[in-house]
């Protein structure tokens, strides 16, 4: 199950799902990029990247890690990027800066062929960080590709966990996961009964 630290009691998280709501979050039936139908798609990216989101998400992921010391913040491309660029940004802001780092899903065929872009060494304390959660193949392939430049990961922070078992393979491996909204943060009240009863999606 997913392991939460978000506080609604403040202003920011409401008004991040809000921005999720308007501008990322579409109801209907699609095809996800694992190849799964679903029956709702969110792009996080366009409330992540307007002004007022990047701000939000980078107080809000920084916050549900800020008892863990780590020395870096890492993004999946491409949506995980803006949000290790808000969390680091942020960090500076308040006094704790971390670098950002990025995972690419393929190494370039020119160029110096990194996996990860940024400023990583072995023993770096790393946090994950991505977008939206589903069977959390992109997330394990980050993990390796962190790990194998010598990084530590000690956690993934997400903006939205589907429940689709990708929290559970991500976990699997050791690792925990701190996701901000979940599926069940976007249905109306009416659906959530439905939704509770859905069968579980096994993971890839």
């Known amino acids: ?15 991040l ?25 969110i792009d996080c990216k366009q409330s992540v990247l307007k002004a007022r989101g990047h701000q939000l998400v980078g107080e809000l992921m920084l916050d549900a890690f800020r008892h863990v010391r780590v020395d870096a913040v890492a ?6 990027c803006p949000l290790a660029s808000a969390v680091s940004f942020m960090s500076a802001q308040r006094g704790r800066p971390l670098d950002a780092l990025y995972v690419r899903k393929e190494v370039k065929d020119h160029g110096s ?5 940024g400023l990583v060494h072995p ?23 962190l790990r194998s430049v010598g990084a530590e990961v000690l956690g993934v922070v997400a903006l939205v966990d589907r429940l689709e078992g990708g ?10 996961v701190v996701a901000l909204f979940t599926r069940l943060d976007f249905l109306a009240e009416d659906d959530l009964d439905a939704t509770l009863n859905e069968p579980t999606v096994a993971d890839e």
């Open 1 to 15: 199950m997913t392991q939460s630290r978000r506080d609604r009691t403040g202003k920011s998280w409401p008004e």
């Open 17 to 41: 799902l809000a921005l999720l709501k308007t501008h990322s979050y579409q109801s209907g039936r699609v095809v996800l990029a694992s190849g799964m139908e679903s029956d709702f798609f």
């Open 75 to 80: 993004g999946v491309e491409l949506g995980g």
């Open 113 to 117: 062929r990194r996996k990860v872009e």
């Open 123 to 145: 023993g770096m304390r790393v946090m994950l960080l991505e977008d939206v959660i589903t069977t959390g193949g992109s997330t394990l392939r980050a993990l390796d590709a």
């Open 167 to 176: 929290v559970e393979a991500i976990s699997a491996q050791g690792v925990e």
